[in-house]
């Protein structure tokens, strides 16, 4: 008698419920795999993570209750042998790398095709690397060689934590409040702020305000 295949499971870590409902859709149609889990939130990630480890976490690095480079980070600190597959609205031309450093196995755009991303998962559960055909050349020659075919924009130079204030900057949120989330203190924010009208060539922070506003904008394009 066969016996069954059991289906591998995937962890689904984005605060969108609709989301949620496409993947499990595009699960649905390959029978080897399943949705074992959804997180809306990085901490509660990390705890289904603990209790239960998937055999894939497919994840959103843009996240209101923290950054996914960060999450990504964390997970591997906590399981090196997890795959972790990014699925996002971000761009992948500044997001993928930075994904990659962090510890995932592959970067893939919400603008895909569902067979695409049924690709990416099945390539990543086989111990592969993904990412689109776009940016593989680009990003492998990077990463493994150093050479860059033109000079960086300022926004590559920034370091992952810079990223982040950056954007929460242009979501609008205070110093305050990005000091809260990101677990530092206010004096720290404002170092941060200071090194991004640096990079920028910014002269106070209502450029770098305007700047990042206009920054974010893009992104959601």
Do not use: C
Request: net charge positive; hydrophobic share 40%.
């Amino acid at each position: 008698m066969k016996v069954k295949k059991k289906a591998k499971g995937i962890l689904l870590i984005d605060e969108h419920p609709i989301i949620r409902d496409a993947i499990a859709l595009t699960l649905s149609r390959d029978p080897d795999l399943q949705m074992v889990g959804w997180s809306k939130e990085p901490g509660q990630a990390i705890a289904l993570l603990a209790k239960e480890p998937p055999d894939l976490v497919l994840m959103e690095i843009a996240l209101n209750g923290g950054n996914g480079i960060e999450l990504i980070k964390r997970m591997v600190a906590q399981d090196p042998q997890i795959p972790i597959l990014v699925l996002s609205q971000h761009d992948e031309d500044l997001y993928a790398e930075r994904s990659f450093r962090a510890g995932a196995k592959g970067f893939i755009t919400k603008k895909s095709e569902a067979a695409e991303i049924l690709v990416a998962i099945q390539t990543v559960l086989k111990g592969k690397h993904y990412f689109s055909s776009s940016i593989s050349t680009k990003l492998w020659d990077k990463v493994w060689t150093g050479n860059s075919e033109k000079e960086k924009s300022p926004v590559e130079t920034l370091t992952d934590r810079e990223l982040q204030v950056l954007e929460l900057i242009g979501k609008g949120t205070k110093t305050s409040a990005i000091a809260e989330l990101l677990g530092i203190s206010m004096k720290t924010v404002e170092t941060y702020r200071g090194k991004l009208k640096e990079k920028f060539d910014l002269r106070d922070g209502a450029q770098l305000a305007r700047h990042a506003v206009e920054w974010v904008s893009q992104q959601a394009k």
